[in-house]
């Protein structure tokens, strides 16, 4: 079993920077794929960023594209989103979620690739 508490959140002005982390337990944390997705009131939940269990690769959502980094430090069992140049349609509740033992391969697009998931972060960007 994996268990993931996601902190970073709060209110921001559009433009500014936040850095979400989530932290994990779990002897075999390093070995899982890892994603960030988020969900706004009114819509599902959609991906935002993905990464490879070593950190060697990486992949975002389009509009996420140069303005966020997910990153991993497994030695601290920790996941992390920095998000820059924030835009009011960024504002939603931030979920960290762990593929689990095996992964999928590479793919990190849907949330039936996961199979556990923090509480999530409320992240809200004012205009």
């Known amino acids: 079993q994996v268990q993931l508490v996601e902190s970073g959140g709060g209110l921001v002005q559009a433009g500014d920077s936040l850095r979400l982390s989530c932290a994990a337990s779990g002897r075999t944390f390093s070995s899982y794929a890892m994603g960030w997705f988020r969900q706004a009131p009114g819509k599902e939940r959609e991906f935002v960023a993905g990464?490879?269990?070593?950190?060697?690769?990486?992949y975002y959502k389009d509009s996420a594209k140069g303005r966020f980094t997910i990153s991993r430090d497994n030695a601290k069992n920790t996941v992390y989103l920095q998000m820059n140049s924030l835009r009011p349609e960024d504002t939603a509740v931030y979920y960290c979620a762990a593929q689990g033992a095996g992964g999928y391969s590479g793919r990190y697009y849907y949330t039936r690739y996961y199979d556990y998931w923090g509480q999530g972060t409320q992240v809200t960007v004012s205009s």
């Open positions: 990464i490879s269990w070593s950190g060697g690769s990486t």
